[in-house]
């Protein structure tokens, strides 16, 4: 389960780059001893069950050891049988009540877009954690509906969940969002494919 307010320092949902690349694993402990990263979410396309799975049980040695909650993308299942600390599901990929028979009481977050009627109902079928977005232009989702500040302001009054804001989101355009009642911040492109700085100096950049 998640706390109703997120950790002032660890308030980071980062997600994996599209494709381990080869120093992925020791750029990942090093952006995970900045202790700012809450959770982790393995998302990964079109690539075998059995290689996420082998993927999976290293990062998982890696967010243990941070005290980082390890999240699997889209699969209670193969979040289940990695022994994740739980699963991410969107419009999609299935219900909390499914994810929920195969991962018990680990935590379970459910994309909501920008709408209040999704976000109600992930809240009544107890999800752990509501995500909103995408804020602003993002290259992993470049399609990805848009949502606005207006959805965060309602939902931090109306549903009491953690929020985690998804899109775009840079050490530039962040704070808008945590002020407007975000919890955590999702971020992937700007740590893993910067031109401009390494992983764990674009870590750095969030306070």
Known sequence: MVSSVGSLKRFIYLISPNKIYSNFY????????????????????????????????????????????FIINDSSKLAKKVNADGCHIGQLDSTVSLARKDIRKKIIGVTCHNSKELALKASKDMADYLAFGSFFESKLKPNAKKANLKILLWAKKNIKKPIVVIGGITDKNYEKLIKAGANYIAISTFIWNNPFLKPEAAIKKFK
């Not at 690539?47 to 050891?65: C, E």
């Open 26 to 69: 020791e750029d990942l402990e090093k952006v995970l001893s900045s202790k700012k990263v809450f959770f982790f979410q393995l998302r990964l396309k079109k690539i075998s069950k059995n290689l996420i799975i082998k993927i999976a049980k290293k990062i998982r040695t890696i967010t243990k050891k941070n005290k980082v909650k």
